[in-house]
């Protein structure tokens, strides 16, 4: 916490560490109030450095003694300026050692090292090993670290850190210890150790060169019976890493630790991946298909940086999307592979999509956008964002649709002979891709410095005589903070032309045979590609499987989007027209009830939009997955993102008639695929069951949303005779989110069923701060019960966070009564841990797009926190930027 004005730090002054570290021991003591740390070093020189001085980095630490090749250093010996100590005049070579003190049990931050309930954990990524001990902390300094743990040895039986166990056993005094050796050299954001209470879940696997590795999942003694999933899912990470890219697990030894308190999703520490138990445990009573989707997705995520991130790093943060973006991207692929059919790869792509417009779109639109390699920063923890990771995977994955499958392994191929490890940069990875594809792509690196979702305007015309289909396709961009002024990007944009019997055209560009969907590069403002040979005027399939980041636009008629809704080949598009369909609707609805005010707006849904609806769901030739996707209306956020003034009481309004007019209109529907889409028997979480759940619950959701006696009566039964968490969660959130009389009551026998289940408590917190009838005096009434604190991450984001940045309508309540809230509960955060407050504090970014008063209720609260004296760089960034 500093009250200092926070510095700003620019990509532009990267320069090269003075010293390089080539082994690291470190020794711990470990006591929750008062852990020893010695660290002795090897450094030397770097040649490539012009600076003469060993720089080291501290933070919050205590320092006991500082030793230079034997010699303790005094007062004049060294200089600490902040987080900084630099010893000056130091020889070529040097041993350091150093001796420090932290406080494991009050650093309620969770970077560095910390307690939970009791155990030990830690946390480097991004600056957190510097809370661990003095060390040139940055990823471009590598180096192979022995770890010796001692600690009691009834209070922590295991004690673990990365690569192999050379040696455990008692000392002396009674206490037991453990020595680990890392046989790579890492950069210290990777280190890690645990000492813990914990049992594991293990097992030897046999690698594809024959080696046997002993793989190991360790939680709490409770949650035995949630690891099965987990470890499942490590083993097809492992498989898929081998298939697909020919890279294997290069360590004897690989484990995952469930933590109950952490920031983030979980950390890829070498050898010994720590997790939030959110993406760990898992078994069908206490978690939801999406659950144990999420678990396949961060497990693989993980387990794919060993090679992406570890095995070749960043050489600084502001880097962070060559190993995010590129793992996100593996990680969407171990997905969509794992499902293996067209259509589950779609759905797939489908939420991918999503989540871009969910969250990305409107981050580039706002006072946070930054480029996928930003240009600077204050605080490095506000930059692991929706753009580096999601719009970082995108742009990979236009690598691949530029270069094709096996021109993009190449490149993959390339990149890791030329910088296994080593600390390289984004350019780096593009220059592989080039190189090894002999392609020019200086254009693309647009992609990394640019930030802004590009517009793509297209328009067609079809000339009979001449047999020719022209598409102009015009690109923008709009200004972000520091960028007024964009080039065009080069941008992958892949078409399909249907007949009027909805079947593909073939199509030929320049004499060339492109099949059913050709992938034009549009790299110039303006550009125009021409068909040849199209004998009837046919409908464009643009952008298939979102082939790039972009906004496109191109005025489709109702029967355009309807033809493509029920013939598109590209189920991607197929879906997207459905999602055109239905936001033209939301749009004009929302405009309807905003401008009646308290008069009755008469709203109406016409029939084309219901017809195509009906007719989707009737479809049993299609994927349960793929209609509930197609089925799902675009969320108020991304209604929202389309208006230039947002009032989020008429954006809910609007989209709650058209969900009471589907469950009533189509009712006889959703009833029979309600009845056609159950799951009887033992619960599995494969995609085909999964598919079939989600179309089922969201028949159930439809016909609650206008609500009836034999529909909630549907939804109680559901409830009382669930299985599994999917169908009871669903049903409770229905019966909630009705207000139905049966809420209450079925609130209360689901929180005294799991109220000794952690995540299961966070779903039910969350479920009632999503409900838009929660207004703010429900919310600091859930506050007080007994199972919430603000200290545990993931309890302080399902009911706080979840009000702010879920729930609309009470969060926008017009009093001002949400931002009040927002701005005390960021700062009471922030005392305790600054990334989490900061997350929360991003809930107001988007407060100029609402009406005035809003407006003007949201600049106070924004203000009210800029003006706090003691403010963390994290929350300060976040609300300068906002109100800048
Ligand atoms: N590197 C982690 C991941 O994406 C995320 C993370 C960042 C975790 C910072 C903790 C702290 O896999
Ligand atoms: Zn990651």
């Known amino acids: 916490m500093r009250t200092d004005t926070p510095q700003t730090i620019y990509r532009k002054d990267y320069t090269a560490p003075s010293y390089l570290v080539d082994t690291v021991e470190l020794g711990f003591d470990l006591d929750p109030a008062r852990t020893v740390v010695a660290n002795r070093m090897t450094v030397r020189r770097n040649p490539a450095s012009a600076q003469r001085e060993i720089e080291l980095y501290g933070e919050d630490i205590e320092l006991v003694s500082l030793r230079l090749n034997g010699r303790t250093l005094g007062e004049g010996d060294y200089v600490i300026e902040g987080t900084l100590l630099r010893i000056p005049n130091a020889p070529e070579e040097a041993t350091l050692e150093i001796e420090t003190i932290c406080v494991p049990e009050s650093n309620t931050t969770l970077s560095g090292l910390y307690t939970s309930n009791g155990s030990f954990y830690t946390q480097c990524e991004a600056e957190g090993f510097r809370r661990i001990t003095y060390f ?25 850190s990365n690569g192999n166990l050379i040696d455990e056993g008692i000392l002396p005094d009674g206490r037991r210890y453990a020595l680990w050796e ?12 645990v000492a813990a209470r914990i049992v594991c879940q293990e097992e030897d ?64 520490n070498k050898g010994l991946n720590i997790f939030n138990t959110k993406f760990v445990l898992a078994n069908p009573r206490v978690a939801t298909d999406v659950d144990f989707q999420g678990i396949e997705a961060v497990v693989g995520h993980e387990y794919f940086h060993n090679w992406t991130g570890n095995r070749v790093t960043c050489r600084d943060w502001f880097q962070l999307s060559l190993k995010e973006g590129l793992t996100v991207f593996r990680d969407q692929e171990f997905s969509a592979d794992m499902i293996g059919t067209n259509t589950g790869r779609a759905v797939t792509r489908i ?26 920063f204050v605080e490095i923890n506000n930059f692991y964002t929706v753009t580096v990771y999601e719009k970082g995977a995108e742009v990979v994955r236009m690598y691949q649709t530029l270069l094709g499958r096996d021109g993009f392994r190449k490149g993959m191929d390339l990149y890791f002979e030329r910088h296994d490890g080593q600390a390289v940069t984004c350019d780096d990875f593009r220059l592989a891709m080039a190189d090894a594809n002999g392609r020019d792509l200086t254009l693309f690196e647009r992609w990394y410095s640019q930030a802004g979702t590009p517009v793509v305007q297209a328009e067609t015309r079809w000339d009979e005589a001449a047999r020719t289909y022209t598409l102009r396709l015009v690109q923008s961009c709009p200004p972000t903070p520091g960028q007024p002024e964009k080039l065009p990007f080069h941008i992958p944009v892949a078409v399909g032309l249907l007949g009027r019997d909805g079947r593909d055209l073939p199509l030929t560009v320049d004499g060339k045979d492109h099949g059913t969907t050709a992938v034009l590069e549009l790299t110039e403002a303006d550009q125009t590609f021409t068909f040849t040979n199209v004998a009837e005027q046919p409908t464009p399939s643009i952008l298939r499987d979102f082939s ?10 109702d029967a355009e989007l309807v033809h493509l809704f029920s013939h598109d080949s590209d189920p991607v598009n197929r879906w997207e027209a459905g999602q055109r369909l239905a936001m033209s609707r939301l749009l004009k609805l929302s405009g309807q009830v905003a401008a009646a005010g308290n008069a009755d707006p008469k709203l109406d849904v016409d029939d084309v939009f219901i017809d195509a609806m009906r007719k989707i769901l009737a479809d049993d030739t299609l994927d349960p997955a793929f209609r509930e996707q197609a089925l799902l209306l675009p969320s108020e956020t991304m209604i929202a993102d389309q208006l230039d003034v947002v009032d989020p009481l008429a954006i809910h309004t609007a989209r709650q008639f058209v969900r009471a007019a589907i469950g009533t209109r189509l009712r006889g529907e959703l009833e029979a695929q309600y009845d056609a889409n159950q799951t009887p028997g033992e619960y599995s979480p494969d995609a085909a069951s999964i598919g079939k759940r989600a179309l089922k619950n969201l028949a159930l959701a439809y016909l609650c949303a206008a609500p009836d006696d034999a529909s909630l009566d549907l939804a109680r039964r559901q409830f009382d005779g669930a299985t599994n968490m999917t169908d009871r ?89 949400g931002y009040a809230f ?17 997350r929360l504090a991003r809930a107001m970014d988007r407060w100029r797009r609402y009406t005035p008063d809003l407006q003007a209720q949201m600049k106070r609260a924004l203000q009210q926190v800029a003006g706090q004296a003691k403010l963390s760089n994290d929350v300060r960034e976040v609300v300068s930027k906002a109100l800048a």
């Open 729 to 817: 969660a669903a049903a409770l959130s229905a019966l909630v989110h009705a207000r139905a009389p049966a809420a209450g009551d079925a609130l209360q026998r689901f929180y005294d069923e799991f109220q000794g289940e952690p995540l299961v408590v966070d779903k039910w917190f969350a479920m009632q701060a999503s409900a838009p009838t929660t207004d703010v005096n429900r919310v600091r009434d859930l506050m007080t019960h007994k199972a919430f604190t603000l200290r545990n991450p993931n309890r302080a984001r399902s009911l706080v966070s979840t009000f702010c940045a879920g729930n609309p309508v009470g969060f926008h309540a017009p009093d001002g009564s």
């Open 548 to 557: 790039a980041p972009v906004i496109l636009k191109y005025g489709y008629n």
């Open 351 to 376: 939420d991918q999509v999503r989540t871009l417009r969910q969250a990305q779109f409107p981050e580039d639109a706002g006072p946070m956008a930054h480029p996928v390699r930003p240009d600077s």
């Open 136 to 160: 040139p902390d940055r990823p471009d300094v590598m180096a192979r670290y022995t770890v010796m743990l001692r600690a009691d040895k009834d209070k922590y039986p295991v004690l673990l």
């Open 822 to 838: 927002w701005a005390e509960q960021v700062i009471a955060l922030d005392a305790l841990n600054p990334q989490v407050a900061s």
């Open 182 to 193: 890392d046989p790579f050299k890492k950069p210290s954001y990777l280190f890690a150790l």
């Open 205 to 268: 696997f046999e690698l594809a060169d024959g080696r046997t590795a002993l793989l190991q999942v360790w939680v709490e003694e409770g949650n035995l019976d949630k690891t099965d999933y987990a470890m499942q899912s490590l083993k097809h990470s492992i498989r898929w890493d081998e298939e697909r890219w020919d890279l294997e697990l290069d360590l004897d030894r690989f484990m995952i630790v469930a933590v109950g308190d952490f920031n983030m999703g979980a950390m890829e």
